[in-house]
């Protein structure tokens, strides 16, 4: 069975950084194209960052040069560095698996990790 | 930036026919997919490819292209369909995702 569990989200001051994680099981991370997309409060959903399985990576415009995608072939984990956090990155943080070959769809998503800048 | 455009809001009463719809300058040449999400839980998906279902989606869920705009219809609408729907596809290089604002479905 394909789960996706995220981690690492907390309380932390602007300015500050974070890392989530994002454990899969039930296949190869690194076979796929790994995505994270979050959702600030009683807002829709934004896409952030996206990992190829070939190792290509690329960002949102409000978050590119800030946050980072990275991966653990060992760990079947896939990872989001937040760097220079501001109060309007508030948002739950979601992985979601995308496709072998492309980016979506994300057909696979984790629970959730919510993440607030906050002084 | 790309943009993706949805209704903020559809009201149908349980049995009837919910179209939601998005537009976007991209769609006739990106795939769109389609997500439900209910308060307080993660994204489904519930079509892909402008109009495939993925298993486990049941059949009255179906989605079709036109154009500039891509639609998702939920045919005899029932009370647990209440959800947020949103699109998605790529912007014209393919490299960057985008969603639809969202659109509350409500069941009257």
């Known amino acids: 069975e394909v789960q996706l569990v995220e981690s690492g989200g907390g309380l932390i001051q602007p300015g500050g950084s974070l890392r989530l994680s994002c454990a899969g099981s039930?296949?190869?991370?690194?076979?796929?194209?790994m995505n994270w997309v979050r959702q600030a409060p009683g807002k829709g959903l934004e896409w952030v960052s996206v990992?190829?399985?070939?190792?290509?990576?690329y960002y949102a415009d409000s978050v590119k040069g800030r946050f980072t995608i990275s991966r653990d072939s060992s760990k079947n984990t896939v990872y989001l560095q937040l760097n220079s956090l501001r109060v309007e990155d508030t948002a739950v943080y979601y992985c979601?698996?995308?496709?072998?070959?492309?980016?979506?769809?994300?057909?696979?998503w984790g629970q959730g990790t919510l993440v607030t800048v906050s002084s | 930036s790309y943009e993706l455009t949805q209704p903020p809001s559809v009201s149908v009463s349980p049995g009837q026919t919910a179209r939601i719809t998005c537009s976007g300058d991209?769609?006739?040449?990106?795939?769109a997919s389609w997500y439900q999400q209910k308060p307080g839980r993660a994204p489904v998906l519930v079509i892909y490819?402008?109009?495939q279902r993925p298993s486990g989606i049941p059949e009255r869920f179906s989605g079709s292209s036109s154009g500039t705009t891509v639609t998702l219809t939920i045919s005899g609408v029932q009370a647990e369909d209440e959800a947020d729907y949103s699109c998605?596809?790529?912007?014209?290089?393919?490299?960057?995702?985008?969603f639809g604002g969202g659109t509350k479905l409500t069941v009257l």
């Open positions: 998605q596809s790529a912007d014209s290089s393919g490299s960057y995702q985008v």
């Open positions: 979601a698996r995308g496709d072998t070959v492309a980016t979506t769809p994300f057909d696979y």
């Open positions: 490819k402008d109009s």
């Open positions: 991209a769609l006739p040449k990106k795939y």
């Open positions: 039930g296949f190869t991370v690194s076979s796929y194209y």
């Open positions: 990992i190829y399985s070939g190792g290509s990576k």
